[in-house]
């Protein structure tokens, strides 16, 4: 996806909500996901002692982090370059784009392999390498996937959760010359996937992968994969690309273990990845592999601004994904429906942050504020109050539409003089319960058309409550 | 209805709790009988109640909205009404959130501390009754019921921790369990104005609440906000589906007789 169709995605929210409900089978298989998601996630938390504990210490860790990022990123800074790396900063994503170019072109790069970076979704990285003429190979086995269906990531842990089983098996078997075969599985197809992505890993002149975390004290990046595909892209070229962000890093390797505990339960509900790696820099004398050259881009894109504005909980994220896993609006519609490179609740909040509040103001209002992402956020971002302040920033900024603004003004006003409101509810639902007295809810109501669109409005019993009680009542039925 | 048996009760001693009723706008104009029930079991507990005529909304749909300036007011409204109060009682899980989470942060300086003040009193219904007033047997009389799910509104469950108290009051004052419905946590796709705003995705939403609820053979679907039940039995009358949507203080007090909601008299 462009940036423009991106762009165009994001405000057309509500139309993608709509034919994303349309697709029976893969309702079904997002409501699996929502079912499964949240069960696995729950079982890793009860079986660890002290989740809530290490929860509140990993918000201080982020939280004094950020408070005192200038410190400990130039510390990061310092030390990587001690180990050998070289740093760059990057103002915007065309920049990061840049920048890795010029690496890659210094090096007479033709091949490159990626591990699985939202960083490089959020800068659109692979298209601009591939307009330079590059093949850039994603190893990553959801991102390989997507890659070669030529769509975009609908989770940003699991980037194919999208996919069938059998859409990946006829993807594989159209994209892969390997002649007849039966491909009957997810082993036989993994296998498969291994074989060709072997031949790219041999192959490639640079890696470029993304990072968990960035320790302080050391200049280390820390990285979690499952499939082990990101030390490959990490140790066998010769170039190395970190593509990052500064609200990565963290003071001590300890904090960064300390949120490795929360990151991995929180996400794939297991105690820890298959493979957590540090990256120190490139290789020393007397090493046997490594690269030979290490990069480490730092991609600010407007975090700055969201540091230093209300907003700034939202880079205490540390991308698990657990939001999306337990938001029944993400399960209802998927990650394409946002139109967005991040989606379900911290994409929501993140987008307008990202982008503009113009473009994606459908986003903050995918919301029923139910609160389940805040209660499994392991960062403990208040991501509905987030999402309701987006909205206010909405409705101040005039981008809500007029009929809505307008009508809660009145509504606000009438409630403001209790007076006038009873009386004028006290000729109202009369009226509307003597209405609805036979069939008890109305197919259609003036001015409740987005309710009784989906549902019957359940008539009002008759007189209102104040218009009832008596409160004298006591006293009444005492003296009788 | 009846409330003799409250005042009997009530007559007896002093009362034990002086509680403000906040009836909330839904109860208010839908389905007044959910406050009378309210009070019936409130004056079984020991309480004498009153009900502050100033109350209109607390304002969630400005709020939710994102109309801070024009909640303001209303916030205010509600705790120059009630801060008079030692208790206040709000059949609603999300409108009593709203008073004890959402005031203090929306309200400044003087405001806010009267905002932690009306906070700290401020009581759902079900746990007022369980937790603190400590209701030993139901109002009326307990007669047989069908089997009941519960539905637990999110505000009600996150931001109050509503979960255990209208269960142990079903079991004690109804010898009744529950009999839950899957992924019980997950919201009915109500949430205020968004049902208007997303018209779909709140469709399908309560598509599988209602799913759910049918699937667990229940007679009546009970629980503690009357947005959720509004938007529940909506769907199901919607789409010809049979199950008792009721406020759980109907079940409580034997309030069984007149219509559920959305059902017509016939």
Known sequence: MTAVEEELGSRAFKSNVRASLKETEKVKRRDML????PMIRDAAVKDFDGFEELRQHVKQIKQHSLDNLHHYLSQFVQEAQNNGNHVHFAQDSSEMNSIVLDICQQHDARRIIKGKSMVTEETHLLPHLEKAGMQVIETDLGEYIIQQA????SHIVGPALHKSVDEIRELFLQKHALGERELQGPAEMVAEARTVLREH???????????NALIAESGYSMLVTNEGNGDLCANLPRVMIICTTMDRVVPRAKDAMSLL??????????????YTSFYTGPRREGDT????ETHIVLLDNKRSDILASDYREMLQCIRCAACLNHCPIYIGVGGHAYGSVYMGPMGSVLTPLLTSLEESNALPNACTACGRCA???PAS????DLLRDLRHDETRAKLSPTRWRLGMKIHAWLLCHPWLYHKSTALGMPVLGWLGRKKGSFKSLLLANGWTDERDFPAPQGRTFMQQYQPDRDENNDAG | MDIQAGNQHSNQATPRFQVALYVTCLVDLFRPSVAFDSIQLLEQAGCKVTVPNLQTCCGQPTYNTGDYESTIPLARQVIAAFEFADYVVVPSGSCAGMICHHYPKLLQDEWHDRALALAAKTFELTTFLADIAKIERAPGQVRQLPTVTYHDSCAGLRELGVKDQPRALLKDLCDLEVSELSQTEVCCGFGGTFCAKMPELSGKMVGDKLDSALATEATILAGGDMGCLMNIAGRAKRLGKVIEVRHIAELLADDLDGPAIGEGKS
């Not at chain 1, 929502?34 to 998601?37: A, P, Q, S």
């Not at chain 1, 971002?381 to 509905?384: C, S």
């Open chain 1, 375 to 377: 209660e499994v956020c």
């Open chain 1, 150 to 153: 030529g769509e975009t990531p």
């Open chain 1, 261 to 274: 505990r929360l990151l991995v339960r929180s996400a794939t509900g297991q105690p820890v990845t298959c």
């Open chain 1, 289 to 292: 592999d490594g690269p030979i």
């Open chain 1, 201 to 211: 890993f041999l192959k490639a002149d640079v890696g470029i992968i993304g990072s």
């Open chain 1, 381 to 384: 971002i208040p991501l509905p």
């Open chain 1, 34 to 37: 929502g079912l499964f998601m």
